[in-house]
């Protein structure tokens, strides 16, 4: 909504323009005029849309007509004024002024006119059988009053009328040509209606009915004026009132009809709660309200968050089944503009059998939309009416950002719930099919289509409670690792046992970016199902492992008949949760690493023991 407003006074000599002013001014009528009134201010307090308002008198024997035009370009809404008693300056709003308005203002917005019949005390007939033809023909017009600055009849409603039609414009709102409402418009009360219908039933009942009066106007209604409202639509448009609640049409014909009584104001009310601005479009404050994540700090969806999308996957899940069928998860974004998942999604997080999203699923999207791109997770939060159904003034109320991780580290432990693990190794070491299975998907076995993303998550438990962890794939040999790109939480450095050359890469890695880093690495030795071959590298990756002080590699394959093991997400979400444990335990837990080393090497060895025998077989 406009700040100010700018009224803009024009029409024939003589009218009574600086009359008009000066009555509103002095409350009374002055004999004697000047020929231009100054400029004048009504401060915002004593206006009833408490906003300040300029009126502007023009006085064609004071100024040029370029002058005049300037002036035009500047107003937000001009009254046309003409003698109620004189055809003359009648047939002039026509052929002279609102051409002149059109043409001074841009071509894209069209300033609004108010038609202002002065003289009304002199008046024979009313001159609205000239001014309906001419009020038809240019939709530009707001509306008309008669008026007189003698009497001071209607001087101030004048005024309110014209600071209305600036501040609660009728174009964006109401075709009059056709006595209906715009697309636009019914665009965006459809979306209002769809937040508000809260249970999903298509009507609005009661409890719906005062959540809405509620959040748009902050006061309740009467069950009186609920029974008048519904009575109103039942009787105009009959499809409007069913199992005694509101329906969509039934809501839309209600805002038409506040808008035909000239209750623009009513409608605009409620547009604005939801977050349209003057175009209906949705503000950018409402879309992307400021949030400042500090380097170190993350962002992560909390309970109001949670409890919302919760919310709103029950609402759409209408057939219960607990996942998202396609039309569901259509309908669900039927409040957006655009549909904001890609068919990525389906591959980030878990599905059901049908590839579905199941509300654990779209949990962990949400989370991953929070926690890598905060500033679209409170925009897809504001399309779904986070503000009206969670009660909170910004989608900013459904994040937190968390502490410096150099507090974390300081203090030794965390508040995050959310993860950060890159997956790090040469292409083709079986990264993918890593990633899947912290799905519970055997890339092997087909499980999964379509594209995938470097990106999965999933829960992890530690300690009893749910974490999130995210897994991000990075090909070492395709770019050279930036150092933004290595940072994280956990690093899992992947090479493939069959591959005599891809431990050096990930031997490279760990020198450069996590030797001297404070981020845990975890070795996974990929294709543990392959016979190992001898690595290309000084010292054995058990070995360099155990040099470094770190856990000896972890063997993970996706071809074991009870399909991939799953203990190693685990490892990697506690080593994420506990950095600074990590160097402690492992300095002082080293002679137990070596019997681990020991095994390995023993169960390494069986393998291939087994797979010589196999092959005399
Ligand atoms: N009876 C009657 N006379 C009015 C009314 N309003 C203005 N007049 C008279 O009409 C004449 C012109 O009024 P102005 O206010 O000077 O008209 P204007 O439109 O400002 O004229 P310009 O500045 O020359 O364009 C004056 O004699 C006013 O007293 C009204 O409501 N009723
Ligand atoms: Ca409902
Ligand atoms: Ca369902
Ligand atoms: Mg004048
Ligand atoms: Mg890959």
């Known amino acids: 909504m406009r700040r100010d407003v700018r009224i803009l006074l024009v029409g024939e000599p003589k009218v009574g323009k600086t009359s008009l002013i000066m009555s509103l001014v002095s409350e009374e009528f002055p004999e004697e005029v000047?020929?231009?009134?100054?400029?004048?201010?009504?401060?915002?307090?004593?206006?009833?849309?408490?906003?300040?308002?300029?009126?502007?008198?023009?006085?064609?024997?004071?100024?040029?007509?370029?002058?005049?035009?300037?002036?035009?370009?500047?107003?937000?809404?001009?009254?046309?004024?003409?003698?109620?008693?004189?055809?003359?300056?009648?047939?002039?709003?026509?052929?002279?002024?609102?051409?002149?308005?059109?043409?001074?203002?841009?071509?894209?917005?069209?300033?609004?006119?108010?038609?202002?019949?002065?003289?009304?005390?002199?008046?024979?007939?009313?001159?609205?059988?000239?001014?309906?033809?001419?009020?038809?023909?240019?939709?530009?017009?707001?509306?008309c009053v008669e008026c007189s600055a003698k009497n001071l009849k209607n001087i101030s409603e004048l005024f309110f009328y014209a600071q209305k039609a600036v501040l609660h414009p009728t174009a964006p709102l109401y075709c009059p040509d056709k006595k209906e409402l715009t697309p636009a418009c019914i665009q965006a009360l459809t979306r209002i209606f769809n937040i508000s219908d809260q249970d999903y039933d298509g009507i609005l009942n009661?409890?719906?009915?005062?959540?809405?009066?509620?959040?748009?106007?902050?006061?309740?209604?009467?069950?009186?004026?609920?029974?008048?409202?519904?009575?109103?639509?039942?009787?105009?448009?009959?499809?409007?009132?069913?199992?005694?609640?509101?329906?969509?049409?039934?809501?839309?014909?209600?805002?038409?009809?506040?808008?035909?009584?000239?209750?623009?104001?009513?409608?605009?009310?409620?547009?604005?709660?939801?977050?349209?601005?003057?175009?209906?479009?949705?503000?950018?404050?409402?879309?992307?309200?400021?949030?400042?994540?500090?380097?170190?700090?993350?962002?992560?969806?909390?309970?109001?968050?949670?409890?919302?999308?919760?919310?709103?996957?029950?609402?759409?899940?209408?057939?219960?089944?607990?996942?998202?069928?396609?039309?569901?998860?259509?309908?669900?974004?039927?409040?957006?503009?655009?549909?904001?998942?890609?068919?990525?999604?389906?591959n980030v997080v878990c599905t059901d059998s049908k590839g579905w999203l199941t509300l654990h699923g779209y949990l962990c999207q949400w989370t991953f939309t929070a926690y890598l791109d905060v500033h679209h997770c409170m925009e897809y939060l504001g399309y779904l009416g986070f503000t009206t159904i969670a009660n909170q003034e910004s989608q900013t109320a459904a994040i937190t950002v968390t502490r410096s991780k150099m507090i974390d580290l300081e203090k030794g432990q965390t508040q995050r719930n959310v993860f950060l693990c890159k997956v790090i190794g040469p292409k083709g070491t079986g990264k993918t099919a890593f990633l899947q299975a912290f799905l519970g998907k055997n890339l092997l076995k087909n499980d999964s289509a379509g594209d995938f993303s470097d990106y999965t998550l999933n829960t992890v438990q530690i300690n009893g409670q749910d974490k999130y962890l995210i897994l991000n794939e990075v090909d070492v040999e395709t770019e050279f690792l930036k150092a933004s790109v290595a940072s994280c939480d956990v690093a899992?450095?992947?090479?493939?046992?069959?591959?005599?050359?891809?431990?050096?890469?990930?031997?490279?890695?760990?020198?450069?970016?996590?030797?001297?880093?404070?981020?845990?690495?975890?070795?996974v030795a990929s294709k543990a199902d392959l016979p190992e071959q001898k690595q290309e590298h000084g010292i054995t990756p058990e070995e360099f492992c155990y040099k470094h002080r770190l856990l000896a590699p972890y063997h993970f394959t996706c071809r074991s008949p009870e399909g991939p093991n799953t203990q190693i997400f685990s490892r990697l979400a506690l080593a994420a949760a506990f950095p600074h444990l990590n160097e402690a335990e492992l300095s002082t837990s080293s002679y137990w690493l070596r019997v681990t080393l020991g095994a390995t090497a023993v169960a390494v060895l069986g393998l291939a023991v087994y797979k010589a025998l196999a092959k005399h077989k």
Not at 87 to 114: C, D, F, G, M, R
Not at 501 to 523: D, G, Q, T
């Open 492 to 523: 899992c450095l992947m090479y493939d046992i069959s591959d005599a050359k891809s431990f050096n890469y990930c031997a490279s890695i760990y020198k450069e970016h996590y030797m001297e880093s404070r981020i845990p690495c975890l070795f």
């Open 34 to 143: 000047p020929a231009r009134a100054e400029e004048i201010t009504i401060p915002a307090d004593v206006t009833p849309e408490c906003v300040p308002t300029h009126i502007i008198d023009y006085s064609a024997s004071e100024q040029t007509d370029e002058e005049l035009q300037e002036e035009i370009k500047r107003a937000n809404v001009v009254c046309v004024v003409y003698d109620v008693n004189s055809e003359s300056t009648i047939e002039k709003i026509k052929s002279k002024w609102i051409p002149l308005v059109n043409s001074s203002a841009n071509q894209w917005s069209k300033i609004p006119v108010i038609l202002v019949g002065n003289k009304s005390d002199l008046q024979g007939a009313s001159s609205m059988e000239s001014i309906l033809p001419i009020m038809n023909q240019f939709t530009e017009i707001e509306t």
């Open 206 to 346: 009661d409890t719906e009915m005062n959540f809405f009066q509620q959040h748009c106007f902050r006061n309740p209604l009467s069950p009186e004026a609920l029974e008048d409202v519904k009575s109103v639509v039942w009787k105009n448009a009959p499809n409007g009132i069913k199992d005694d609640g509101l329906t969509l049409s039934g809501f839309l014909f209600l805002n038409m009809l506040f808008i035909q009584r000239g209750r623009h104001e009513t409608t605009w009310t409620v547009l604005r709660k939801f977050g349209c601005d003057d175009n209906l479009e949705l503000i950018d404050d409402y879309l992307y309200p400021d949030l400042q994540v500090p380097h170190n700090c993350t962002t992560e969806l909390n309970h109001y968050g949670y409890q919302f999308l919760q919310r709103i996957f029950e609402k759409y899940d209408v057939d219960k089944d607990g996942a998202l069928s396609p039309t569901e998860l259509q309908n669900l974004f039927s409040v957006f503009p655009y549909f904001p998942w890609s068919s990525e999604v389906f």
